[in-house]
Nanobody, 119 residues
């Protein structure tokens, strides 16, 4: 069983910054994808940023140039540095992990962390 522990959400003013972190633990043989999705009220969950196949990064167009995903592979942890935040970035942010354990491909979600951008 895999556990994802998220932290770093909160309230920030427009133009401000926040850093999210997500640490994965448990029976993980190999990580395929790890990253962040978000869901705003009344909207579908959408990709924000993720690592794919070891090192390729994938960003939503709406966050390119403002958000940066990074990772500590030794700790199975990913970070999302969010800058120049806008009110439309307000959402619950979820960590997502796609992994092999050991021959089955599984997916796990974190519990979500609220990010609110408001003056």
């Amino acid at each position: 069983q895999v556990q994802l522990v998220e932290s770093g959400g909160g309230l920030v003013q427009p133009g401000g910054s926040l850093r999210l972190s997500c640490a994965a633990s448990g029976s993980i043989s190999r990580i395929n994808t790890m990253g962040w999705y978000r869901q705003a009220p009344g909207k579908q969950r959408e990709l924000v940023a993720r690592f794919v196949n070891g090192g390729i990064t994938d960003y939503a167009d709406s966050v390119k140039g403002r958000f940066a995903i990074s990772r500590d592979s030794a700790k199975n942890t990913v970070y999302l540095q969010m800058s120049s935040l806008k009110p439309e970035d307000t959402a619950v942010y979820y960590c997502n992990l796609g992994y092999w354990s050991p021959i089955r491909y599984l997916e796990s979600w974190g519990q979500g962390t609220q990010v609110t951008v408001s003056s």
